[in-house]
Nanobody, 127 residues
Framework: QVQLVEFGGGLVQAGGSLRLSCAGSGRTFSTHTWGWFRQAPGKEREFVAFISWSGLTTTAYADSVKGRFAISRDNAKNTVYLQIHSLKPEDTAVYYC???????????????????WGQGTQVTVSP
């Protein structure tokens, strides 16, 4: 059974930092694209970052997090990370990791294109 489990959420003050982790089990994701998404109350799930690997690592970020968030992966641990700096209250959301893009060429910024999801980890940023 494939599982993704996130760790690292919490309550932090604005300007603080967090590192989120997402560990996969049940299959290897070493050549898969990983994505991070977030969902704030009353809002749709939105793209945050993705990291892909096809010989070279490619990353992309939502404009709202560029320069503050960094996605990375450890294939040996089947894990993806999201390092977050300079947190803002508007970053408050449940953060989800995703893996397993369904088809070649699928847009990694679109949530339904992923087959596997973690349960989410809450990040709350106080002013």
């Amino acid at each position: 059974q494939v599982q993704l489990v996130e760790f690292g959420g919490g309550l932090v003050q604005a300007g603080g930092s967090l590192r989120l982790s997402c560990a996969g089990s049940g299959r290897t994701f070493s050549t898969h694209t990983w994505g991070w998404f977030r969902q704030a109350p009353g809002k749709e799930r939105e793209f945050v970052a993705f990291i892909s690997w096809s010989g070279l690592t490619t990353t992309a970020y939502a404009d709202s997090v560029k320069g503050r968030f960094a996605i990375s992966r450890d294939n040996a641990k089947n894990t993806v990370y999201l390092q977050i700096h300079s947190l803002k209250p508007e970053d408050t959301a449940v953060y989800y990791c995703a893996a397993g893009l369904g088809t070649m060429g699928a847009d990694p910024k679109v949530p339904p294109n992923y087959a596997y999801w973690g349960q989410g980890t809450q990040v709350t940023v106080s002013p």
